[in-house]
């Protein structure tokens, strides 16, 4: 199956290798840094991670007091909204999958591939005022982008995490203290998660798990 970074998808025969997919000739303008791929039953698990995601987070914000109960439902609310694939974690580029060793794997069993135009906006998602999706600006860090929004109750106000549109993540100093000049690219997803000093149960496991289904999230 192949989606050209909107709801259609299109049936694709004969690719029995990456390249066979990646290499087509109407793909050539494509934007490959944000391209996902992801395979039927790498899906279903990142659909149940999502679903455990949702129970735990409901879960923590009935133990906690109102005003973290908000900041978690609302945190919630997001997680809920996103659309999430089994993304698998391989260049898509065709000049590296051509090169690279183990670049051009055989594609065994069902797949589809996401692959649009440059996007034009950051994201920004958790424990903030007013998530959602910003004009990108060269030059902008991290720190910049968040000065505009109230931090919700329980939130991070020391660091934030940039998820960049090909699956890696960056943890950002953003405190008067320890601030850090970090950019993140056109796609990316800046997260503002739970502080560790005031959730204690366990806020770095669910950071990581919040980390992990925004990779999985299927482009916009």
């Given at each position: 199956m192949f989606s050209n970074g909107s709801s259609e998808a299109?049936?694709?025969?004969?690719a029995e290798?990456?390249?066979?997919?990646v290499g087509q000739p109407r793909l050539a303008n494509s934007?490959?840094?944000?391209?996902v791929i992801s395979e039927e039953l790498a899906t279903a698990a990142a659909l149940r991670q999502q679903q455990a995601l949702l129970t735990r987070l409901a879960e923590q914000g009935a133990d906690s007091s109102a005003d973290d109960a908000a900041a978690i439902n609302a945190l919630r609310q997001q997680i809920q909204a996103l659309k999430v694939t089994g993304r698998q974690k391989i260049n898509l580029d065709p000049d590296i999958v051509r090169v690279a060793e183990r670049g051009n794997p055989p594609l065994q069993g069902n797949y589809t591939l996401w692959v649009g135009p440059?996007?034009?906006?950051?994201?920004?998602?958790?424990l903030i005022s007013r998530p959602g999706k910003q004009p990108?600006?060269?030059?902008?860090?991290?720190?910049?982008?968040?000065?505009?929004?109230?931090?919700?109750?329980?939130?991070?106000?020391?660091?934030?995490?940039?998820?960049?549109?090909?699956?890696?993540?960056?943890?950002?100093?953003?405190?008067y203290w320890n601030k850090r000049h970090v950019e993140p690219m056109p796609g990316s997803?800046?997260?503002?998660g739970l502080a560790d000093s005031v959730w204690s149960e366990t806020p770095d496991a669910l950071n990581a798990d919040?980390?992990?289904t925004l990779t999985q999230r299927i482009p916009q």
């Open positions: 299109k049936t694709l025969t004969g290798h990456l390249i066979d997919l934007w490959w840094p944000g391209a440059p996007p034009s906006t950051v994201t920004l998602f958790g990108f600006t060269p030059g902008r860090d991290v720190a910049s982008y968040l000065s505009d929004q109230s931090l919700l109750s329980g939130a991070d106000r020391s660091y934030a995490w940039v998820v960049y549109p090909d699956g890696r993540t960056q943890k950002a100093p953003v405190a997803i800046i997260y503002v919040i980390l992990q």
